[in-house]
């Protein structure tokens, strides 16, 4: 397999990766549930990204792949979500239909959120065009190089189920499930450093 070239994202290939990301989650069950409708999916999930994940950018820990066949952000230690964003989003742009379930989910996550210092990844994705190639999993353990070297956990909800035998194959272990009324699961996972 060839060497996979990982690069930081800097914000001047925010949007890019972004854009990847949104590509990436196209078919994603709790983005998906969130903005069933197709327009309202574009719109809204590039501004999702930013509030959950887009302080990566200023912290060093987005990441990029082969001319962004995938993307990961990952937030450092003590550095947290925009909530009031988020919270404000998805209040205004949320399917009417999940905004009752929708705070409770949010709610559900934070019970399972490590209370410790540690490293948290909102978002990996890769290009569907890309997929099965190696970029998932070389942005992944280019990742967790620096979780062990600081030895720090590392924690993720996992909004598709069938991404969760990829990530027990890097050490993380299932917490549990996160469902409230008509939710898609979510599945809280965490890898203790090596």
């Known amino acids: ?40 999916y574009l ?6 990204i930013r509030a959950l994940g887009g302080n990566a950018f200023a912290h060093r820990s987005a990441y990029h792949i082969d001319g962004y066949a995938g993307a990961a952000l990952w937030l450092p230690p003590g550095i947290a979500p925009d909530e009031d964003r988020l919270v404000a989003l998805l209040q205004r ?9 929708l705070l409770a989910v ?20 890769v290009d569907p065009l890309q997929q099965g190639k190696g970029q998932g999993g070389a942005l992944m353990r280019h ?9 720090m956990p590392a924690y993720l909800e996992s909004s598709n189920p069938k991404n969760i035998p990829l990530y027990r194959r890097y050490g993380f272990e299932l917490l549990g ?12 996972m965490l890898r203790k450093p090596r």
């Open 177 to 188: 499930t996160i469902q409230a009324g008509g939710s898609p699961p979510i599945f809280p």
């Open 1 to 40: 397999m060839a060497e996979r070239s990982v690069k930081i994202a800097t914000t001047s290939d925010e949007d890019s990766v972004i854009a990847l990301v949104v590509l990436a989650f196209g078919t994603d069950p709790a983005a998906r549930w969130t903005w069933p409708d197709p327009r309202q």
């Open 43 to 48: 719109q809204h999930f590039p501004d999702f």
């Open 106 to 125: 949010f709610e559900h996550m934070g019970r399972y959120h490590p209370e410790e210092p540690h490293w948290y990844l909102p978002f990996i994705g």
């Open 143 to 151: 990742a967790l190089v620096r979780c062990d070297q600081d030895h």
């Open 93 to 101: 742009t949320g399917s009417a239909s999940v905004q009752e379930d």
